[in-house]
Nanobody
Framework: QVQLVESGGGKVQAGGSLRLSCAGSGLPFSHYYMGWFRQAPGKDREFVAVISWSGDITNYSGSVKGRFTISRDNAKNTVYLQMSSLKPEDTAVYYC??????????????????WGQGTQVTVSS
């Protein structure tokens, strides 16, 4: 069974940090680009970050660039999102997703074929 499971969410004050993890099972993890998306209440799901198969290529949305870092450990089938200098507007459910097709539309959620269940991140001011 193909599965992605996120963990590490929680409540933090503005300026704080959190590290999200996403563990994959039942899929050739190293063959997937891995992305993070988030969805705030009443808003569309938005792209946060993506990382290539080996981790040598990363891209970020403008709203998190310089504050968030995506990384992966293929030996552990895990992708991470280190979030620093958190702001209240970062409050959302965070999802990891896997892209096996890699057509280049990494910021489009439709590009991804495997999704986790999400983990809540709440940043208080």
């Amino acid at each position: 069974q193909v599965q992605l499971v996120e963990s590490g969410g929680g409540k933090v004050q503005a300026g704080g940090s959190l590290r999200l993890s996403c563990a994959g099972s039942g899929l050739p993890f190293s063959h997937y680009y891995m992305g993070w998306f988030r969805q705030a209440p009443g808003k569309d799901r938005e792209f946060v970050a993506v990382i290539s198969w080996s981790g040598d290529i990363t891209n970020y949305s403008g709203s998190v660039k310089g504050r968030f870092t995506i990384s992966r450990d293929n030996a552990k089938n895990t992708v991470y999102l280190q979030m620093s200098s958190l702001k209240p507007e970062d409050t959302a459910v965070y999802y990891c997703a896997g892209d096996s097709k890699v057509k280049g539309y990494y910021s489009d959620s439709a590009e991804y074929d495997v999704w986790g269940q999400g983990t809540q991140v709440t940043v208080s001011s």
